[in-house]
């Protein structure tokens, strides 16, 4: 039973040829937390991974269905997109962010992670000397990790202490280096959960465009800020993004947590009109194709996967129109994360731990899909290992680059009572052994 001794955790990790817990990915902690079920003889709580846990969009499942009855899988797909997605996806960011991008400029990708790592890859070649990603941190592992396979050099910062005004001269002092080709960030953040206020985004955008800086916004959880209601098609509020500051963005829209259709590994990359007709010299020599929507598209996409999978193409494109005509109530559908982090946020401080990045100016940060703990006096390695030990799964917050003690939860994989009730009962043995020491 948990908790378990630290011996057995020991060698649970030395089993998996973990080096380091606080830069374990979060596929090796999920691995390690079976390991230590197995130990225990009882079930961890799982907050490691956010795997979505909500049943999958009808809507998504027919269309694909029908697709694939009507003879799609025996055909490749257009590796710009189908029609309808590249139509669908267009209106949907203006129905819902109120900006307007061409169709041309939306390309289906095999989730946005392949988005991420084939538009690194391009925006590392654009401009000879532009070689560097900024990270505005704590942000996503795995995208770091696909700077890292790529070779690029890397630029990061936590932003805790600088949110707002103080944001501007910090993010300047790296982007006036002139090395940097491309920022990145999640938007509400993967893992911190904040979200970036409209005077962040709009210092973020008139940075980006003073300095040739292509930002990469991430919008995996979009319309999950629940603080405000953005899921009335072409009618404010909109939902918040970089694309309303600056002609230089691109954004990635993933199925996976807004429609839960993780599965099939669909998103789309929507590039503005102005970025995807940019010509550059070394495109032209490397790929002889000097625009860069077309090199992308049929220079680094075609390589990577010669396109995304056909009928899921249809799925996320019969998802957008529903949702555009007010059909699909997507962000009433994500809503149960914020009452399962509402929940399990109380779980945590009721036993002595505190919320870390918990604050977007002067507003508590929205609840939803992650949200970040610490423990007076603790580590974030400590935390981490203390909390498998007793049975809490979790990622350091160090893996994400954030430079505050403390480890991430996700609430997507709670789905029960008993997962509630465990919950508490380990964390009311943690806090026992620690608040007296």
Request: charged letters at 25%; a negative charge; hydrophobic letters at 40%.
């Amino acid at each position: 039973m948990f908790p378990l001794e630290q011996s057995k955790l020991d060698k649970a990790i030395e089993l998996l040829s973990i080096i380091d817990i606080t830069s374990a990915t979060i596929r090796q902690v999920c691995a390690l937390a079976s390991l230590l079920e197995e130990e225990a003889g009882e079930k961890m709580v799982h907050l490691e991974m956010g795997n979505p846990g909500l049943p999958a969009e009808d809507v998504g499942i027919e269309a694909e269905i029908s697709a694939l009855r009507e003879g799609v899988a025996g055909h490749y797909p257009n590796i710009a997109g189908i029609p309808s997605l590249k139509k669908n996806g267009s209106e949907f960011v203006k129905a819902f962010l109120g900006v307007e991008i061409p169709p041309k400029a939306f390309v289906p990708t095999v989730g946005s992670m392949q988005g991420s790592f084939t538009l690194m890859l391009l925006l590392g070649q654009r401009i000879p000397g532009k070689d560097t990603m900024l990270f505005l941190n704590p942000g996503f592992p795995a995208q770091r990790n696909q700077a890292k396979l790529l070779g690029l050099k890397e630029e990061s910062f936590d932003i805790y202490s600088y949110r707002g005004k103080k944001l501007e001269a910090k993010l300047e002092s790296y982007l006036s280096k002139g090395n940097v080709t491309g920022l990145i960030y999640s938007n509400p953040n993967n893992p911190a959960w904040t979200n970036l206020t409209e005077e962040e985004l709009e210092i973020i955008g008139r940075l980006a465009t003073k300095y040739d800086v292509i930002v990469l916004e991430d919008l995996a959880y979009f319309g999950m800020d629940f603080r405000r209601d953005v899921s009335h098609p072409y009618e404010a509020p909109f939902g918040a993004t970089v694309a309303r500051y600056t002609d230089n963005y691109i954004l990635m829209l993933s199925g996976s947590k807004i429609f839960s259709y993780a599965g099939q590994r669909i998103a789309i990359v929507a590039m503005s009109g102005s970025v995807y007709e940019r010509r550059y010299k070394y495109l032209e020599e490397f790929y002889e194709m000097p625009v860069f929507g077309d090199a992308y598209i049929f220079g680094v996409l075609y390589c990577a996967s010669s396109g995304t999978s056909h009928s899921a193409q249809y799925a996320l494109s019969a998802m957008f129109e529903k949702a555009v005509k007010g059909e699909l109530p997507f962000v009433e559908h994500c809503r149960e994360y914020a009452r399962k982090a509402e929940r399990t946020k109380k779980i945590f401080t009721d036993n002595g731990f505190h919320i870390v990045y918990e604050k977007d100016g002067d507003n508590p940060i929205s609840d939803g899909f992650f949200f970040t703990i610490g423990y007076p006096g603790l580590s974030s390695k400590e935390i981490q290992m203390e909390l498998l030990r007793h049975g809490v799964a979790s990622i350091s917050l160090a893996s994400a680059g954030s430079e505050q003690p403390g480890v991430r939860i996700c609430v997507s994989m709670i789905r029960s009572e008993e997962d509630y009730e465990n919950l508490d009962r380990y964390l009311k043995e943690f806090n026992r052994q620690h608040r007296s020491s």
